[in-house]
């Protein structure tokens, strides 16, 4: 059983002058791992943030929200307040070191650019990432290229942080009954195969982040991926939007995209 943590970045509201979303991308990252390698995974992770106490003085159950380390300090833990930018940035570089330290997992990643989506709306942008999320997280399981155990007839699961619970039900129920997926020909007509979700089980179950090393692991890897893709100016100045691809290369689902070197599934 392969088990799928998922955070976001971004938004799916609209871009002026249709909505009044800040930004125009939307991100998702999905953390992979194996079920038999979940206890070793968490272990390292466990042993990561007693590093942090000892560097930093961070405790175990403060949440690390990696935006939050860098635009909105006020809303972090104590512990983390009183640092220094300059220290709230190494402990996101440390995190995304200790993720690819962890030859387990693999980072699927997912963009959709909503200035590029006609006709598109809120519940649309949410519904297409999230679908691309689902097909690229079965066909990995069905190609068998996943680090891990290849044991036959693997399933997977999806491990949300907080969002629309009744909404990704919905699309993954969809999903199982009908998938209609479009291939070019020479031509360059379409044609459609309806492929059904076969090996994702039960609905997604929604994790609060304050209570998951896995989540805030997600929710590191999905901030560096959105800053890869549109830094700030304060990543950019520290070269700290490169992360995805100086620290995190190792860990990438290279693929989930064969139109990507990094593996990025852009929509």
């Known amino acids: 059983m392969y088990l799928m943590y998922v955070d976001e970045s971004g938004d799916t509201g609209l871009c002026?002058?249709?909505?009044?979303?800040?930004?125009?991308?939307?991100?998702?990252?999905?953390?992979?791992?194996?079920?038999?390698?979940?206890v070793e995974t968490l272990k390292e992770l466990v042993q990561f943030r007693h590093w942090l106490k000892w560097k930093y003085r961070v405790y175990l159950d403060d949440e690390l929200h990696?935006?939050?380390?860098?635009?909105?300090?006020?809303?972090?833990?104590?512990?983390?307040?009183?640092?220094?930018?300059?220290q709230r940035l190494a402990i996101l570089r440390h995190h995304a070191d200790?993720?690819?330290?962890?030859?387990?997992?693999?980072?699927?990643?997912?963009?959709?650019?909503?200035?590029?989506?006609k006709d598109a709306?809120?519940?649309?942008?949410?519904?297409?990432?999230?679908?691309?999320?689902?097909?690229?997280?079965?066909?990995?399981?069905l190609h068998r290229n996943f680090p891990g155990p290849a044991n036959d007839h693997e399933r997977g699961i999806v491990f949300p942080d907080r969002t629309d619970a009744i909404r990704l039900k919905s699309h993954l129920e969809d999903m199982r009954v009908r998938n209609l997926l479009y291939s070019k020909r020479p031509d360059g007509s379409r044609?459609?195969?309806?492929?059904?979700?076969?090996?994702?089980?039960?609905?997604p179950v929604c994790r609060d982040s304050r209570h998951s090393y896995f989540i805030q692991a997600a929710d590191c890897a999905v901030f560096l991926f959105k800053q890869h893709l549109q830094p700030n100016a304060?990543?950019?100045?520290?070269?700290?939007?490169?992360?995805?691809?100086?620290?995190?290369?190792?860990?990438?689902?290279?693929?989930?995209?064969n139109f990507d070197p990094l593996g990025i599934v852009r929509l």
């Open 16 to 38: 002026p002058p249709k909505g009044r979303s800040p930004t125009s991308l939307f991100c998702l990252t999905g953390l992979v791992v194996h079920e038999l390698r979940w």
């Open 121 to 141: 709306d809120s519940n649309k942008v949410f519904r297409r990432a999230w679908y691309a999320l689902f097909q690229r997280f079965e066909n990995t399981i």
């Open 66 to 86: 990696s935006a939050e380390l860098i635009t909105k300090a006020r809303t972090l833990p104590k512990s983390l307040q009183r640092l220094r930018k300059h």
């Open 191 to 203: 044609t459609a195969t309806d492929e059904p979700i076969r090996l994702l089980i039960e609905d």
């Open 234 to 257: 304060y990543m950019k100045k520290h070269g700290a939007n490169a992360y995805l691809n100086t620290r995190l290369k190792p860990v990438l689902c290279t693929h989930a995209s």
């Open 98 to 117: 200790q993720l690819a330290r962890l030859t387990d997992i693999r980072l699927i990643n997912v963009c959709i650019d909503k200035t590029l989506q």
